[in-house]
Each structure stands twice: as C-alpha cells, then as structure tokens.
C-alpha cells in the first residue's frame, strides 16, 4: 500500500487491524504474526529469533563471550560476511548456541574450542538445529527438506529456532 505524506511517497508493509500498545506488543508470540505479510514476519524475525536463542541457551554470559570471540576470529579473517558468501551475524550466533547447548558446562575458552572442534568434524548438509521445526500453519515457507525439493539443496543449512524457521 502506498501512501504519500508531506510530498513523500512510502509503502507500507503491514497495517494492523488493531491497536495494540507497544508494552503489550509480544512479538514471541504467534499471534504476533497472524495477518502479517512475509517481509514483515522475516523482520520481525530477527528480534524473535535473538530472543529465543537467550532462551535456549544454558549460560547467556558463556554464550555471549564465546560469541564475541568468534566473531573477533571471523572478522579478522574476513569470512564475517554473508554479502560476500561467508556466515553473517546470525549463522555465527546459532553455531555458538548449538555448541552451548552440547556442552552446557563448559567456560568460553573450553566452548570456543568445542567451537572448532564440532564444525571441523561436521558433516555437512547435515543441517544444524537448535530446537524442533514448528509449522504453526499460517501459510510461510518453513525449512523442510521433505516438502522443498530446494531445501535439499543447501549446502551447509543452518536452521533458524523460531517460525517460520529458514535456513
């Protein structure tokens, strides 16, 4: 929908059929989603997605050291780019988890080994998923090799936690 405002034209995204305040606003939620169009809900997504990773996570602090040291590590060897076909931000983030949740207990030094350790040893396409796939129904593409031919096809699929989960 366009709308022009003050001689500028902008396109809106979503409207809302309600009104709700923004301190009872809980995009987690699935009924955040409902009536929202796709680019809405993938970015909306990156709010969710951080959210549930701190949720899933054993030890926030230990993941968010370890996180800032591999992606210290990966900027300096400038694979830190998914505009250039390297892992971006979330990829990095969603690794970490997944090591934080194989080794619950361990110190980030112990964890940014584990780091390199497991993904040297990987077998990829195996895809690497922090939570179980939900198909909440609303009509969004979800990651399932079974039902998308092309997501066969990923060559290293990294599994987004929340719906609709991507790679």
């Not at 709700?20 to 606003?25: A, K, N, P, R, T």
């Not at 997944?98 to 619950?104: I, R, S, W």
């Not at 990829?124 to 593409?141: A, E, Q, R, Y």
Request: charged share 15%.
């Amino acid at each position: 929908m366009q709308i022009l405002f003050y001689n500028f034209s902008m396109k809106l995204t979503s409207l809302y059929s309600l009104i709700i305040s923004m301190q009872d606003l809980d995009i987690s939620n699935a009924p955040a989603i409902y009536n929202v169009d796709e680019p809405t809900v993938r970015s909306l997504n990156g709010c969710r997605i951080a959210d549930q990773i701190l949720g899933i996570v054993p030890d926030v602090e230990n993941f968010r050291i370890t996180l800032r040291c591999i992606n210290l590590w990966a900027k300096t060897r400038s694979v830190y780019s998914n505009v250039i076909g390297f892992l971006g931000g979330i990829c990095w983030d969603l690794l970490v988890a997944h090591v934080c949740q194989l080794f619950p207990n361990a110190s980030p030094s112990m964890l940014v080994t584990c780091f390199f350790k497991v993904y040297s040893q990987w077998r990829w396409p195996n895809p690497v998923i922090l939570c179980s796939i939900m198909d909440d129904k609303l009509g969004f593409t979800v990651w399932d090799p079974y039902k998308n031919h092309n997501d066969t096809t990923h060559q290293m699929p990294i599994i987004t936690p929340s719906y609709a989960s991507v790679n």
